[in-house]
């Protein structure tokens, strides 16, 4: 019976009502997709890049081209004008002032929280590259990309880890006068203090360390001609400021007051925090960390070699010729500068995730159903606190893995 009624449906109908089934499904299968797998769906980190790939441009490079001729144009039409707007006029961005307070705090938070953490929850570290696993036994993941790691299989030598394995912060130059001088030459590669790239920000938007004085103006500079010309006095500009001349940003806030790490010490308290506490607030002070320098950095420019990691906190990039990754024969040592993210001043570094601390050691042959998420979430997690939404996903809470015997049975 269903033969004869189908036969009888003229072929061109049939096309029609298959077409139109299969455009509608698409379209209901694209709209769920990009309604809820888009917004909740986060898949693991790439794979770290070859040593002769360049970092990827955060910004396109024909927008780079487009704002640079503009520039150029508005040279030509105004050789010597005064710079408006900071901090390229050398003054400092007031709503900018309090966030860099705050950032420098929650550092050195973040890194008291997580000294006391590593003594409950064991890390561990590669000998030979910079792999970091969170657990009493090391992973059996042959990931290594160390000396000789092709004679141990790309498996991994662990060993005891610390605070800075867990996050980072690469280091970079203080600059006194981030815009009278610029750059640091080769010659004072020895003479000028490196400090992490958090803190130097931290410094230039305003937080006053005795250790590391900066230049701070009460007047803007011009430039002419491309160059930068400060027409203070010569015993301002050569006299280190040990306080900031700028009125109060915020009412009640006073921002001559110098931040250090001893005043902070007093200020704690001794209450013995529980475990679980102690890594909520440690996990809320790295995220309140990372997004006070997404701000500080939409103003304050930070640089970044395309090929190794060093980074550069100031207008423009260094002159020191210590390159040592791909095709630096032909740069003569030279960085090659490019805008910086945030993963360029804080490190992500990505750990496997565990489930269970005290479980057998992940498997090489399963690792496609493991998920990462960064270091310190991983510690912070195992510590007792709450997985975060972004990295849920990444985590892979939801896949059940196989047991080592159930390989050849999963698709």
Not at 122 to 146: A, K, L, M
Not at 387 to 399: A, G, H
Request: proline share 7%.
């Amino acid at each position: 019976m269903l033969a004869r009624v189908k036969s009888r449906i003229p072929s061109v109908t049939v096309r029609a009502l298959r077409c139109g089934f299969s455009a509608s499904y698409s379209v209901a299968t694209k709209k769920a997709s990009t309604s809820s797998d888009d917004q909740l769906y986060t898949d693991l980190p790439r794979p770290p890049r070859t040593k002769s790939e360049r970092k990827p441009h955060p910004t396109p490079m024909k927008v780079l081209i487009r704002r640079a001729k503009e520039e150029r144009e508005a040279r030509k039409l105004q050789p010597c004008r005064m710079l408006e707007n900071p901090p390229d006029n050398g003054l400092l961005v007031p709503e900018l002032i309090p966030v860099a307070h705050h950032i420098y705090r929650a550092r050195e938070s973040l890194l008291k929280g997580l000294s006391e953490l590593v003594r409950s929850i064991p890390v561990q570290r590669c000998c030979f590259c910079s792999e970091v696993h969170v657990g009493h036994t090391g992973h059996e993941i042959r990931t290594c990309t160390g000396p000789k790691s092709g004679l141990r299989s790309a498996t991994h030598v662990w060993r005891k880890g610390g605070v800075h394995d867990v996050v980072s912060f690469p280091k970079c130059f203080h600059l006194y006068d981030r815009v009278g001088k610029p750059r640091v030459g080769h010659d004072e590669r020895r003479s000028i203090p490196r400090i992490p790239a958090v803190l130097e920000l931290c410094v230039q938007a305003g937080v006053d360390l005795h250790k590391y004085p900066c230049k701070r103006r009460t007047k803007p500079v011009y430039c002419i001609e491309g160059r930068i010309v400060d027409f203070e006095t010569v015993a301002q500009a050569d006299e280190i400021q040990d306080e900031a001349h700028f009125p109060d940003p915020v009412p009640g806030y006073d921002i001559r007051t110098s931040v250090d790490a001893e005043q902070l010490e007093n200020d704690s308290t001794d209450e013995v925090k529980s475990l679980k506490e102690l890594s909520g607030e440690t996990l809320e002070l790295w995220f309140e960390m990372v997004r006070g320098a997404k701000q500080i950095m939409e103003s304050y420019t930070v640089w970044t070699c395309g090929y190794c990691p060093e980074v550069q906190v100031g207008p423009k990039g260094h002159k020191v010729r210590m390159c040592k990754a791909s095709r630096h024969q032909s740069r003569n040592g030279l960085h090659a500068w490019q805008e910086a993210t945030i993963y360029d001043v804080i490190g992500h570094n990505y750990v496997w995730h565990v489930r269970d601390l005290n479980g057998s050691a992940l498997d090489n042959n399963l690792k496609r159903f493991y998920g990462k998420a960064p270091a310190i979430v991983e510690l912070c997690v195992h510590g007792g606190a709450s997985i975060p939404d972004e990295f849920r996903s990444m985590m892979r809470v939801d896949v059940v893995p196989p047991d080592r015997d159930e390989v050849d049975l999963v698709a």
